[in-house]
């Protein structure tokens, strides 16, 4: 280690993204001009060059991690990530769990199903399953992210309790989401979903 990286070294192990998801800082001396960010099993790299000093550390670690930020809130916005296949959703959940939950949830399938009525998802933590009612996919996609990390909470905590929302508290659109199902659920339990023009 060459004199003066120690302090950067320890900054970066404690570092963590907005919503708590671990930073690891890689530096390299291959790479020499470039700087580059990207998520890895939960945790957001930061590469950079070896010769950099602390604080070029530090202000590139910060552009970097709003840069991805920033990619982030732009795909959930734009709902390209739309999964439309099993396949899709499990590929989506990996992703959300990575982004928001640190990549400790792993299912082992999810999928959409047309057989449930009374809930939006459910999921079997001894079985690492997941399942998302077909009634989802006209919704925005801002609220087909929240159901499916609420289940992806689930794998975690079984119940309702506060350390359950607390791992919530990472998504930008929790309570919005929460109020946008109760919504929906109030119009269909009366029957004004099928009064509208």
Same mark, same amino acid.
């Given at each position: 280690?060459?004199?003066?990286?120690?302090?950067?070294?320890?900054?970066?192990?404690?570092?963590?993204?907005?919503?708590?998801?671990?930073?690891?800082?890689?530096?390299?001396?291959?790479?020499?001009?470039?700087?580059?960010?990207?998520?890895?099993?939960?945790?957001?790299?930061?590469?950079?060059?070896?010769?950099?000093?602390?604080?070029?550390?530090?202000?590139?670690?910060?552009?970097?991690?709003?840069?991805?930020?920033?990619?982030?809130?732009?795909?959930?916005?734009?709902?390209?990530?739309?999964?439309?296949?099993?396949?899709?959703? @499990?590929?989506?959940?990996? &992703?959300?769990?990575?982004?928001? *939950?640190? !990549?400790? =949830?792993?299912? #082992? /399938?999810?999928?959409?199903?047309?057989?449930?009525?009374?809930?939006?998802?459910?999921?079997?933590?001894?079985?690492?399953?997941?399942?998302?009612?077909?009634?989802?996919?006209?919704?925005?996609?801002?609220?087909?992210?929240?159901?499916?990390?609420?289940?992806?909470?689930?794998?975690?905590?079984?119940?309702?309790?506060?350390?359950?929302?607390?791992?919530?508290? @990472?998504?930008?659109?929790? &309570?919005?989401?929460?109020?946008? *199902?109760? !919504?929906? =659920?109030?119009? #269909? /339990?009366?029957?004004?979903?099928?009064?509208?023009?």
């Amino acid at each position: 280690m060459r004199p003066g990286t120690g302090g950067g070294a320890r900054e970066a192990a404690t570092l963590t993204t907005p919503n708590g998801s671990p930073v690891e800082v890689r530096r390299s001396a291959r790479r020499t001009r470039t700087v580059a960010a990207f998520w890895e099993d939960g945790t957001a790299v930061v590469a950079i060059p070896a010769r950099f000093t602390a604080a070029q550390e530090r202000e590139w670690v910060h552009k970097m991690l709003a840069k991805l930020h920033r990619q982030g809130e732009r795909q959930a916005a734009a709902g390209r990530r739309r999964p439309a296949t099993d396949e899709a959703l @499990a590929a989506h959940a990996a &992703q959300l769990s990575a982004q928001y *939950l640190g !990549g400790r =949830s792993l299912p #082992t /399938s999810v999928r959409w199903v047309s057989n449930q009525n009374s809930r939006w998802g459910s999921a079997t933590p001894a079985e690492g399953t997941i399942r998302l009612s077909d009634k989802l996919r006209p919704m925005p996609q801002w609220v087909i992210d929240y159901v499916l990390l609420h289940e992806l909470a689930h794998l975690l905590v079984a119940s309702h309790n506060a350390a359950f929302w607390k791992l919530l508290e @990472a998504y930008p659109e929790t &309570q919005r989401a929460k109020a946008f *199902l109760e !919504g929906v =659920s109030f119009a #269909t /339990s009366r029957g004004m979903d099928k009064d509208a023009d």
